[in-house]
């Protein structure tokens, strides 16, 4: 079983689909906890350590075999517990931001809410040093996309996105900080790769299931 840990119940279907459509079989255990990403914009993803430790013990000790964190946010803060965890705890972003290291050295990551411009940066950045390349990694907030999402506004949330990623031409690949920007990149014509998150994360977590371990993201590790 993989449990899931989200702070948007959003999330819930679109993982489900993706299970549905390329991994059939696979138990999915949802947990969602708003909250923390509240406290994590307001005080700092630190500030959440302890909730986050305490969400994915439980559902370790529900039976999990891994645990896949969905926020960006607070997706490094997920992986620390993985050693208390005793299973691979991953965050969602971690095989996307290898894949844009693979795909050019200049990286433009787009973000509806500002927490998570400096941690995914910060990601791609590490796993830039992991694979021992060279990058330049520039971060965009998308102007009121954020608001857009809060009050359902899901397709003026994505026309947004789809528009600031159409807008960026000094690049080698765009990636998508949040997993709920995924069809965004389905509606845009940026000319270099967009790559979102959801996909990738869902198929690395349900690898970790399959053999008890973290698997490779393309990265050296």
Not at 43 to 60: Q, Y
Not at 67 to 78: E, N
Not at 83 to 104: E, F, I, N, T, Y
Request: net charge negative; aromatic share 2%; glycine share 8%.
């Amino acid at each position: 079983m993989l449990a899931l840990l989200h702070t948007s119940a959003v999330h819930v279907p679109v993982f489900d689909a993706l299970r549905d459509a390329a991994h059939p079989g696979l138990e999915l255990r949802h947990h969602v906890a708003a909250e923390l990403l509240d406290v994590a914009r307001r005080d700092g993803p630190s500030a959440v350590a302890g909730a986050v430790r305490e969400a994915v013990l439980r559902a370790v000790g529900e039976g999990a075999r891994a645990v896949l964190c969905t926020c960006s946010t607070i997706g490094q803060v997920a992986e620390a517990v993985a050693d208390d965890a005793g299973v691979p705890v991953l965050r969602v972003d971690r095989p996307m931001a290898a894949a844009a290291v693979a795909a050019g050295s200049r990286v433009v990551v787009l973000a509806a809410l500002r927490s998570t411009l400096a941690p995914t940066a910060a990601l791609v950045e590490d796993e830039a040093r992991r694979a021992g390349r060279a990058v330049e990694v520039r971060s965009r907030l998308v102007d009121g996309a954020w608001e857009r999402f809060e009050i359902g506004d899901t397709e003026g949330y994505l026309r947004l996105v789809a528009d600031a990623a159409d807008a960026v031409t000094d690049a080698d690949v765009i990636v998508l900080a949040q997993a709920s920007m995924a069809p965004a990149g389905e509606r845009t014509g940026a000319a270099m790769p967009v790559l979102a998150s959801p996909g990738p994360g869902l198929a690395a977590a349900a690898a970790a299931v399959s053999t008890g371990r973290r698997v490779s993201t393309g990265r050296n590790e």
